[in-house]
């Protein structure tokens, strides 16, 4: 099951998440990685809140796909609908 990323609380360091860079905005390309540092202080955020992935990529969360502890930690590029 997949969990929209708008609460700050539902995210964490070490959470495989899928994020949109700011560069893929307008294609709605999505990037999977695992969560390093959140950047958004605000406890709500409508368009996701912004992280840092281990990768020291930056962009907002737009799924949560599961804790990267029992994970592979892979990360790439997935394709999504450019209307998110």
Known sequence: MQVIGQRRTDIRPGLRVEIVLKKDQRSGKRTVGVVK???????????????????????????????????????????GDAGI
Do not use: F, W
Not at 40 to 58: M, N, W
Not at 60 to 77: L, N, P, T, W, Y
């Open 37 to 79: 540092d959140i950047l958004t202080s605000s406890a709500y955020h409508p368009h996701g809140i912004k992280v840092r992935l281990e990768d020291g990529q930056i962009g907002r969360v737009k799924a949560i796909m599961s804790d990267a502890a029992g994970d592979d930690k892979e990360q790439g590029v997935v394709t």
